[in-house]
Nanobody, 124 residues
Framework: QLQLVESGGGLVQPGGSLRLSCVAS????????VLWFRQAPGKDPEGLTC????????KYAGSVKGRFTVSRDNARSTVYLQMNSLKPEDTAVYYC?????????????????WGQGTQVTVSS
């Protein structure tokens, strides 16, 4: 059974950077596409970026394109989210989700497995 664990969140000043990690266990991770999404208090989940199992194809939401970069190291069963030029509106709990089918979807409901999330707070 696939398990996902996110880490790397924290408090950062506006303009700063963070790198989140999503570590998988229990499966051959190469077979899984991954979505990073976030949810701020009182708001709907927002899909940010998705990546295929091989890492050869990625998509970004307009709100993070040019600031966030997704990558993966399947030897380490890990997907990363490099976040630069962070803004206060990026404050949210960040989640990774995985599924064996890649549809390029930003909808978390299209992914069967979710992690527990990691808090990112952007504030001075």
């Amino acid at each position: 059974q696939l398990q996902l664990v996110e880490s790397g969140g924290g408090l950062v000043q506006p303009g700063g950077s963070l790198r989140l990690s999503c570590v998988a266990s229990g499966v051959i991770f190469d077979y899984y596409a991954v979505l990073w999404f976030r949810q701020a208090p009182g708001k709907d989940p927002e899909g940010l970026t998705c990546i295929t199992g091989t890492g050869g194809n990625t998509k970004y939401a307009g709100s993070v394109k040019g600031r966030f970069t997704v990558s993966r190291d399947n030897a380490r069963s890990t997907v990363y989210l490099q976040m630069n030029s962070l803004k206060p509106e990026d404050t949210a709990v960040y989640y990774c989700a995985a599924d064996t089918s890649y549809r390029g979807s930003f909808n978390p409901g299209d992914y069967d497995h979710w992690g527990q999330g990691t808090q990112v707070t952007v504030s001075s």
